[in-house]
């Protein structure tokens, strides 16, 4: 930890160069990594107040992952940008565990979303409100500020726009469990931590009262964390550590009251790692106490007990509890709805996007993040337009090196091909011209290139609602808008299969990283790219260095690792503010 200080002061005496962090870490093997962190934000129609200007307007609608990755690489010389977001600050989301705790403080995650803004050569309005509405067709968006009520002025106001980016995240799914919104701590928002870390505190010093009886006692100190996925997992584990480092030595008479349970509705816990890191956990789980009930559901929470069905058998089951927190994936905000209805996506769970995360029915409209989701084009429904044009003699057959001509572009197009080329170990495109029999082809009809990429939209898969793939969505958008008018004249993207001509952009490319899953105890998993599985005290280090160099600026790099280093030395805080 002293490395990562020092570091830190050698970097922020040079913050006019590109930032580096690096770690070496032989506590169970070496592991080492660098990051790179670029540090850089009655009704009223706001435009009347305005000067004119001859910049296209873009609105964007949130401040985390997706929209600030989004302003931070926007040329804002070449727009008129402005931002709307009830909270005025970006959050490190993947800390939000840390803060219930202590192990790092709120404060330490959070940039104000000003100090961001004001760092680039530009001027980017922001406004502190909620979006209530977006009208596509008169192309505005509706807003309303949630500052007291009693200051002067409007709190409703609109906006208009030209190109309008959605990233607003999602919020809480309680897939309408009775109770869960009167009683259950979620986990989302900075104020969500907070307000476990107050509930944890309340919970012990209720169960130190004098005249309690055991079983009260048992209960106030019984946490529930409902949810195995990498938020559930890493709470537990936070919370784990918190008692058992910190709690049970200013509560020693109630320490063997503590019990953790995680409760699942699948057959294992981090059940989007991989099988390997999903077993390790669970042992470690188990070795330290944190009971996991894997394939049960909760049917309803009340004041003080919950419901759950146990799959197996049938059976319902109530347990008492002091706290429950419900972490058990995303749902999409009201106005997105609304919105979704309007562009004709009122059966859809999510709102969709296509590959240039434009969003469908409209197209000055983009959405980044969870509030979102990436509709690839299936190959089939495209399959006689591609047969159409790499069929460049029109003889009805295509042939090997005409089908060799235009794989480029439909791997660009349809990534699912090249995912269906690897998985099934083609090397060659002849080999996807095997007949039934496994005898190579030199040309095929129609009907036989059906059949050949049959199976290919079967790899397609959805992309998960994490952090990464908001930034990376955020990136990408703002380098196709910084392009134009050059890609405009100068297409960049695959050709048009069915029409003439190029796609001016190249679809948006989701970069795997890796995903880290810390378990307690100083130790973490971690499932990086080539297949490489790290677990144990080595990759809790390496956790730590990619998480400090991924800090939105050098001065939440300063505080979190200080944090760190605080926690290591005085241990967590137990005050109730």
Known sequence: MRGFTCLSKVFHSHSSYSKLLVLCSVSTGGLLVYAESNVESGKQVVEQNQPESKKKRVVVLGTGWGGTS?????????????VVSPRNYFAFTPLLPSVTCGTVEARSIVEPVRNIIKKRSGEIQFWEAECLKIDPENHTVSCRSGINDNLAGHNDFSLQYDYLVVAVGAQVNTFNTPGVMEHCHFLKEVEDAQRIRRTVIDCFEKSVIPGLSEEERRTNLHFVIVGGGPTGVEFAAELHDYVYEDLVKIYPSVKDFVKITVIQSGDHILNTFDERISSFAEQKFQRDGIEVS?????????????NMKIKSTGKHVEVPYGMVVWSTGVGTRPF?????????QEKRRILATDEWLRVKGCSNVYALGDCASVDQRKVMEDISAIFKAADKDDSGTLSVEEFRDVLEDIIIRYPQV???LKNKHLLEVKDLFRDSEG???EEVDIEGFKLALSHVDSQMKSLPATAQVAAQQGTYLARCLNRWDQCK??????RRFKSSGRHEF???EYRHLGQFAPLGGDQAAAELPGDWVSMGHSTQWLWYSVYASKQVSWRTRYLVVGDWVRRYIFGRDSSRI
């Open 294 to 306: 894997t394939g049960c559901r909760v049917t309803s929470v009340s004041d003080h007990f919950i």
């Open 506 to 508: 190249l679809p948006f």
């Open 70 to 82: 989004f302003l931070k690489d926007l040329d804002i010389s070449s727009y008129d940008v402005q």
């Open 336 to 344: 997105v709805k609304d919105f979704m209805e309007q562009v004709g």
């Open 489 to 494: 004249s100068n297409p960049e993207g695959p």
């Open 418 to 420: 090249d995912l269906y």
């Open 439 to 441: 005898n190579e082809r």
